[in-house]
């Protein structure tokens, strides 16, 4: 056990042990303690492996920056332990090695892979013979990375997603960042602060002699009225204040309207050979293992450091009883060579210029850098200052402000030099990708010498670090091998996030809109196979044969659920004319009571949309729209009357009116039943719009019949869809009254030869080409939408046409099949089934205009051989219309 | 009201004999899978208790207010509808939506009668009220939106949030409603709450 005697500002609560596991043994830990301390405390100095060569990794910042301590927890792989909070019974298993963690059979590639391993080796070292790539891509995915997903695995834990709106988020929970909190929150505003740290406090909680202060800080920002959200990560900083924050399971979502950056600063490792050895620490890392935790870290301890944090690290070491056997203030001077030297990884020595001083903790602190990456990302400048050797964020944009040593504020650090030329051990730059000095100036001897071609071939700064470790010191190698200045060589560009978080938790809670309509349960209830009809859900057939449901209606009496339709009123004293206007036909004549059919095309004229359209009173229209074109004809029919401004109002009904179709040679047998009103003929003819009452609710009867056969399509308030769908069903059951689906209507309006858009048509499909001239009114006295490009069509003359085919033999090609024509693919099959009412497979094809012709034959592709199919013009079935006008 | 778009109204629904047909709300069924106890109000099959709903209220409690009857106006009235319960609630300059308790129909009828287009849209929303202690939080798991009332999306689908006593009303399209009602109810377990009656709103949030 490495715990040190109880003492102030310790974050953990001795009363309580709990238990994890790691690698199936138990672990012992209090409450308070991080994994990656328990570990530690446990005794385990070895976290992970090395992305490439496989090198055992220890704790490096103890603060969430590096990569050194990520493993996998509970299934969830690449947790940095060092700032997960122990919980009981956790499962923990390390990552990234054949073997075990401690004796990784994947380090020979550390001894033997160099020569095999430079910059973009796998363009070059594996790039013959080719066929062998999908091999080697398969073997080095293998025994590289990070840890495993599962691929099959289900969505972890519950994720949450909160929208959070606040005057002032202050990103940062240090001291410069509370003062700014307290600030805020005095002046009234609404003040939320984000720390990744367990608690608020910023590096005075790895001070000895700082807790004091967080914790005053802590009281005025509650007394403030100042929230916090701890451990929390602000993901990225975007326009207009957005800032997005992983908190636990839970992706809140801040939008602020001042965004005030007070990250704090990126310890920076130094660049020496043996860097990477297991006991080579940043300076605040061993400090919050000491003062937060009460960790003896090691029992010798050698101190290289840029500025007085190191310093201040060898103090509270001394004064937890470790031996400091040395320390070297760069800012004294900066020896030529100085190296940790290690036997079987882990650090036993630190030599300065050959003179060895035995210890077993090497504390390094480089010049801490302005975390200004969030800046940056938000739109800042940065700039190098060259006498104190750090970037510094300038150009903020509006209301976005940096305080602290994230504005710069980092006092007076030397500048170190990273050590090149040297004869030891690896050199890293980058601990993430196992990039070494040596890496990067093989980059710039193959011409990769800008530090962002360099990002993208050495991978340097594309860890999960995201740069915070390698950024500086990759820029200073740069700068020392090719002679320019860090602000000639410059940053690379920030980018979202700023740290890594899971995509379980971008992705927010599982939620799939789905529109239902009041008949959805219904359909359950009847047995219907529901399917996804764009954003509804409807029954594709109540059983197992659609083919005799279709007949049904053709026999009795069927209903459907036809509420998806999308459904507008249009009413105004120029309703009339601005129909006129996007339809091709004209409606400003239509008589009241009376329906017309309408298809819609585009400005390009293209088909677009259809449907039906009712006169319900002079200055009253009420228009269906296919099911998934209600809210694009409701935005068309907008935009075009913010351009013509015409005297017309425009009211999206769909998902209040409900709709059934009674269909059938019984259906009006059953109305009868159900309505006093008059269903025959006379009462209500082909396409006549009348209000009735059925089963006492309010409808609108359209006499209507997509699906061939005697149809009434009963339009009503959805509250009561229920209430006359029973009603309907009850009265008709000795009619055979059944419900049919969506596949049976397929059927049935392919037997009439009717057309779905988007199913038939497709983005280039127009009124001519698809055989509805008849539609197109181009007498009206003004333009219509898509006249121009309807007559473009008609002047250039018609090159494919929309024909109904029948297959004599009985093959039922595919939707989309191909139409081939002297061995060239030249249209498609758009529907086709079998009907059992003819007895033969009929469809919709795209075909040559030159075969548009009654009893024309092509050829369409089915599993690889061409069956001929035979041209059918017009309805398939009751051509004359009788028993839709019966 | 009546007239040409009278099959618009569910509340004009009766046949000769007086006899009327019960509207149902799209929450309807997963108030019944919680158990709820139902009653016929002002023509509407309404969830007036749920077993637990004391728990859920305490946190945050759903109710399903789909019965209130809505009416769009264009353009918006100068002045907002009055009467006992009677929300206007203005989308623009040209179009507010007023919801009214059945109580309040005829007063509310009258009001709106002069100029302009009326149309009673009442069967095209689905009206869940959020309310306890939680509500809030509730709302800031569902939207963005936080100044209210306003619109935008809820739960990935357009919505209206509208503040109601010291809770929330939100207006979705009847279609939608029962996706979002599941929405808000997993959401609403996970802050401890759960649906509640009509009758365990505070008055001033039932209408």
């Known amino acids: 056990m490495t715990r040190l005697d109880p003492h102030p500002g310790e974050l953990i609560d001795r009363s309580t042990e709990l238990t994890f596991t790691f690698d199936g043994k138990p672990v012992g830990a209090f409450a308070g303690d991080t994994i990656g301390s328990a570990l530690y405390a446990s005794g385990r100095r070895t976290f992970s492996r090395s992305f490439k060569y496989h090198r055992p990794r220890g704790l490096q910042c103890c603060s969430g920056h590096c990569a050194n301590c990520q493993m996998t927890v509970d299934g969830q792989p690449n947790v940095r332990v060092c700032v997960t909070p122990v919980r009981e019974g956790a499962v923990v298993i390390g990552q990234n090695y054949r073997g075990s963690l401690d004796r990784d059979l994947m380090r020979v590639t550390d001894k033997l892979g160099g020569p095999f391993t430079p910059p973009g080796f796998y363009y070059k070292t594996f790039i013959r013979p080719r066929k062998l790539w999908p091999l080697y891509e398969k073997v080095l ?39 700014a909190a307290i600030a805020a929150a005095a002046r009234g505003d609404r003040v939320i602060v984000v720390d990744e740290g367990p608690a608020v406090g910023g590096a005075l909680l790895a001070d000895r002699e700082g807790h004091a202060r967080a914790a005053e800080l802590r009281q005025r920002a509650d007394e403030a009225g100042v929230e916090v959200l701890a451990p929390a990560i602000a993901i990225g900083l975007f326009e207009e204040g957005f800032v997005p924050v992983a908190h636990g399971d839970t992706l809140v979502k801040i939008r602020a309207s001042r965004v005030v950056v007070a990250a704090g600063a990126m310890e920076q490792p130094l660049v020496f050979p043996g860097n990477d050895l297991v006991g080579v620490m940043l300076a605040d890392g061993v400090r919050r293992l000491v003062n937060l935790w009460s960790i003896k870290p090691a029992e010798r301890a050698f101190v290289v450091a840029a500025d007085d944090r190191g310093l201040g690290a060898a103090a509270d070491l001394e004064a937890a009883g470790i031996d400091v056997v040395g320390v070297l203030d760069l800012r004294q001077g900066q020896p030529p060579n100085i190296e940790a030297r290690g036997r079987r990884s882990r650090v036993e020595a630190f030599a300065v210029n050959g003179q060895v001083t035995h210890c077993d903790l090497v504390v390094m602190s480089g010049s801490p850098q302005p975390n200004y990456k969030l800046l940056a990302q938000a739109g800042a400048r940065v700039v190098y200052d060259e006498s104190r050797g750090v970037f510094v964020p300038t150009d903020l944009p509006p209301n976005v402000e940096a305080v602290g040593a994230a504005a710069g504020d980092v006092g007076e650090p030397a500048v170190p030099s990273p050590v090149l030329g040297h004869q030891g051990d690896k050199c890293f730059v980058c601990f993430c990708e196992d990039q070494t000095t040596k890496d990067l100036k093989y980059a710039i001897a193959e011409g990769f010498d800008s530090i962002e071609l360099s990002k993208r071939y050495t991978t340097v700064t594309m860890g999960p670090c995201q740069g915070r470790l390698c950024h500086v010191n990759s820029i200073r190698v740069y700068a020392k091998t090719t002679g320019l200045d860090e602000n000639t060589i410059g940053t690379t560009t920030a980018r979202p996030p700023h740290t890594p978080v899971t995509l379980g938790l971008l992705a927010g809670r599982p939620q799939e809109p789905v529109k239902r309509t009041s008949l959805h349960h219904r359909h359950e209830e009847l047995g219907g196979t529901m399917m996804w009809t764009g954003a509804w859900k409807r029954p594709h057939s109540y059983g197992p044969d659609p083919g005799a449901e279709a007949k049904h209606v053709h026999d009795a009496v069927g209903l459907i659920d036809v509420s998806t339709l999308g459904k507008l ?46 006169r319900l009173g002079d200055e009253t229209f009420y228009v269906t729209t296919t099911s998934t074109g209600a809210d694009a ?7 075009w009357n913010a351009v013509w401004f015409m005297d017309v109002r425009f009211v999206q009904l769909t998902g209040g009116v409900s709709a059934i179709n009674v269909a059938g040679p019984k259906a009006r047998e059953l109305m009868a039943r159900v309505s006093a009103d008059d269903f025959s003929n006379e009462g209500i003819a082909y396409l006549d719009a009348r209000h009735v009452r059925v089963a006492g609710v309010p409808c609108l009867a359209l006499r209507i019949g997509f699906v061939g056969e005697l149809g009434y399509e009963l339009h009503f308030p959805s509250p009561h869809a229920e209430h006359v769908w029973d ?129 024309a034959r092509f050829l369409v592709q089915v599993d690889g051989r061409a069956v001929a199919m035979r041209v059918h013009l017009g309805p ?11 | 009201m009546t007239g040409v778009l009278e099959f618009l109204s569910p509340s004009l629904a009766r046949d000769a004999d007086g006899f009327h047909p019960v509207a149902r709300s799209a929450t309807e069924r997963l108030f019944r899978l919680a158990e709820a106890t139902f009653a016929e109000r002002d023509g509407w099959l309404v969830a007036t208790a749920v077993p637990g ?40 300059p040209r179009r507010a939506l007023v919801l009214y308790p059945h109580a309040a129909r005829s007063s509310v009828g009258e ?53 109601a006593g010291g809770g929330y009303r939100i207006l979705v399209a009847q279609e939608h409603g029962h996706y979002v009602a599941e929405v808000a109810l997993d959401c609403a377990r996970a802050l401890g709450g759960g649906l509640v009656g009509v009758d365990a709103l505070p008055p001033e949030e039932r209408a």
């Open chain 1, 141 to 179: 995915r293998g025994v590289a990375g990070l840890g495993k997903l599962d691929p099959n695995g289900a969505r972890g834990g519950r994720v949450e997603v909160v929208h959070e709106h606040a005057e002032v988020v202050v990103i940062g929970g240090g001291e410069s960042g509370l003062e």
């Open chain 1, 876 to 886: 398939f079935f009751d051509p004359a219309g009788e028993r839709l006008k019966a």
């Open chain 1, 727 to 855: 009603t309907l069903l009850e009265q008709g059951a000795d009619l055979g009254a059944a419900p049919f689906g969506l596949e049976p209507q397929r059927i049935l309006r392919l037997e009439k030869g009717h057309v779905i858009v988007s199913q038939d048509t497709d983005s280039e499909s127009n009124l001519l080409e698809a055989a509805m001239p008849w539609i197109v009114k181009n007498d009206k006295e003004f333009e219509w939408v898509g006249k121009w490009a309807t007559q473009q069509v008609a002047d250039r003359g018609l090159r494919w046409m929309l024909v109904g085919f029948e297959s004599p033999s009985g093959v039922v090609p595919v939707e989309g099949a191909q139409v081939v024509v002297r061995g060239v693919s030249s249209g498609r099959v758009t529907s086709v089934r079998h009907s059992d009412a003819l007895g033969k497979v009929i469809g919709l094809a795209i075909v040559p205009s030159e075969l548009a012709a009654e009893g």
């Open chain 1, 633 to 639: 004809v409701y935005q068309w029919f907008t935009w």
């Open chain 1, 569 to 614: 009123l249009l009413t105004g004293p120029e309703a009339g004319a601005f129909l006129d206007r996007v339809y091709p036909n004209r409606f400003s004549d239509l008589k009241v009571g009376r329906i017309r059919y309408g298809v819609l095309t585009g400005d390009a004229g293209r088909i677009m949309d259809d449907g039906t359209v009712a």
């Open chain 2, 53 to 92: 709903e004391d728990e859920h209220r305490a946190r945050v409690g759903i109710a399903d207010l789909s019965h209130l009857g809505t009416l769009d106006l264009r353009p918006a009235p100068t002045t907002d509808v009055q009467g006992d319960g009677v929300t206007t609630y203005r989308l623009s």
């Open chain 2, 111 to 163: 009001q709106v009668a002069e100029g302009g287009l009326v149309v009673d849209v009442t069967a095209a929303f689905t009206v869940l009220a959020l309310t306890g202690p939680e509500a809030r939080a509730l709302v800031a798991r569902l939207t963005h939106l936080h100044h209210f009332p306003s619109g935008g999306e809820v739960a990935h689908v357009t919505g209206h949030v509208l503040p």
